[in-house]
Nanobody, 128 residues
Framework: QEQLVETGGGLVQPGGSLRLSCTTS????????VGWFRQAPGKEREGVSC????????YYAESVNHRFTISRDKAVNTVYLQMNSLEPEDTAVYFC?????????????????????WGQGTQVTVST
């Protein structure tokens, strides 16, 4: 069973930054589009960002655009989510997921059912 692992969550003050990492054991992410999702208490899981296998296209939710940056380092089989200017509304469990398609499609990248493999999530809390 392919499994993704997220790390880097924690408690940060408003305006602060965190970098989340997503890696795998047993398979490479090189050929897959990878998405980041989040789920806040009492809310549905929402798509945050997606990066294609070739790193040639990325997408962001409007709520995080210009604050978050997704990137991939194939040398270490890891996808990152750099989160800057964090707000209390960013508090959630963050998940990464791999799509067997290598492409982030503009009309479907934020739909969680499009992704095949998921991690267990990492908690991000933005609070004073």
């Amino acid at each position: 069973q392919e499994q993704l692992v997220e790390t880097g969550g924690g408690l940060v003050q408003p305006g602060g930054s965190l970098r989340l990492s997503c890696t795998t054991s047993g398979f490479t992410l090189d050929y897959y589009a990878v998405g980041w999702f989040r789920q806040a208490p009492g809310k549905e899981r929402e798509g945050v960002s997606c990066i294609s296998a070739t790193n040639s296209n990325t997408y962001y939710a409007e709520s995080v655009n210009h604050r978050f940056t997704i990137s991939r380092d194939k040398a270490v089989n890891t996808v990152y989510l750099q989160m800057n200017s964090l707000e209390p509304e960013d508090t959630a469990v963050y998940f990464c997921a791999a799509d067997l398609s290598p492409t982030c499609w503009s009309h479907t990248w934020s739909r969680d059912r499009e992704y095949n493999y998921w991690g267990q999530g990492t908690q991000v809390t933005v609070s004073t």
